[in-house]
């Protein structure tokens, strides 16, 4: 079964209260986060000023954003990856509270709540294979408006966040090749009349992150009068699991979101479910700046390591109970 396809019906994880833990922990850790964490039960980007200058894609020589990137070398001495080596650790872009993606899990019986997931996985991963160690990493909890910001600013030398290639975002940020494959789905409770992306969100409010694709789909289809017209889709939150906290408490009727992240989400509220099928195909890839030519062929070629060795057991460790069996991480052309 491919990755994005997922299933309806998903154990609890918590509810209202569990969402109370881990927000207050986003508001406690919501800066830099420097970590010298222990690794997942799967394995582990960053950026800075390239010498290349990066290939300007524009959306309309992009049909297929995910095959953009530039192929895989394994050189360690361009001026980003020796950059990154000099100062001796990974800055990273992530989610904390993106269940079983990058996350603080409040159940944690170790005294340190330490950042876990597929995500933080390959982040190690990458810094394992670029600096010799993979706890050599500092994470910045990024809110999902501000994953191309903070990679322009040079706040962070990539983002490892749940983070769609796509036409629009490869002319203002350099992507990796794609490491997941997953399809925006509608998530509502279990008692709702609403069937999936269709009519019967007719009158029904719609949560959905701000500077997220899902926003970008809905606003687009509302324009071109492919979403009925009476959906409401003025809600949008920094962050996906505040869609989730909104829907709890009834101050929306549903969440349109990547399908893997929403199966997340229902794991952590049994009284919720995703409703139809994925009606888009994305793939995630790591982020970095333009113009990092070198880094981003470093980082695709630990990708290609990674999907032989690594892929599989962190997808076994934190996804396959949402997302059920996967056929392997998506095939990858390069430019």
């Known amino acids: 079964m491919n990755a994005r396809r997922v299933r309806t019906a998903l154990k609890g994880w918590g509810g ?6 881990v927000c207050a ?43 953009q990137s530039l192929a895989p070398s394994g050189d360690q001495n361009g001026a980003t990856v020796q950059a990154i080596q000099k100062r001796g650790y990974l800055s990273v872009g992530v989610d904390q509270n993106s269940f079983r993606w990058g996350y603080r899990d409040p159940n944690s019986s170790s005294e340190k709540v330490e950042l876990e997931g597929f995500d933080i996985d390959l982040a190690h ?21 501000q994953r191309v910001p903070a990679i322009q600013r040079g706040d962070v030398d990539m983002v490892v966040r749940t983070m769609t290639i796509t036409c629009k975002r490869l002319e203002e940020v350099a992507f990796s090749s794609p490491y997941f494959e997953t399809g925006q789905q509608v998530l509502a409770p279990k008692t709702s009349d609403i069937t999936g992306y269709d009519d019967s969100l007719a009158n029904k409010k719609i949560c959905s992150a701000t500077g997220s694709t899902a926003w970008e789909k809905l606003d687009a289809d509302k324009k071109a009068g492919k979403l009925v017209a009476s959906a409401d889709i003025k809600t949008t939150v920094p962050n996906q ?24 989400q229902a794991a952590q509220d049994p009284t919720v479910e995703l409703k139809g099928e994925p009606f888009t195909e994305e793939y995630y890839g790591v982020a ?40 392997g991480p998506p095939a990858v052309t390069y430019q």
């Open 16 to 21: 209202v209260g569990a969402m109370a833990v």
């Open 25 to 67: 922990l986003t508001a406690v850790f919501a800066l830099v986060l420097p970590l010298a964490q222990s690794r997942g039960d799967g394995s582990t980007g960053t950026g800075g000023q390239g010498m290349a200058k990066g290939v300007q894609t524009k959306a309309e020589e992009c049909p297929a954003p995910q095959n």
């Open 241 to 264: 699991l505040d869609c989730l906290v909104r829907l709890q408490l009834g101050e929306v009727d549903a969440v349109v979101t990547d399908g893997a992240l929403a199966a997340s």
């Open 288 to 327: 970095m700046k333009k113009g990092a030519d070198d880094l981003v062929r470093r980082v695709n070629q630990v990708l290609v390591d990674y999907r032989k060795d690594g892929w599989q057991k962190s997808y076994d460790a934190w996804l396959k109970a949402s997302l059920g069996a996967s056929s």
């Open 125 to 145: 991963e990458i810094a394992d294979k670029i600096l010799g160690d993979p706890n050599a990493i500092r994470f910045h909890a990024i809110p999902t408006n």
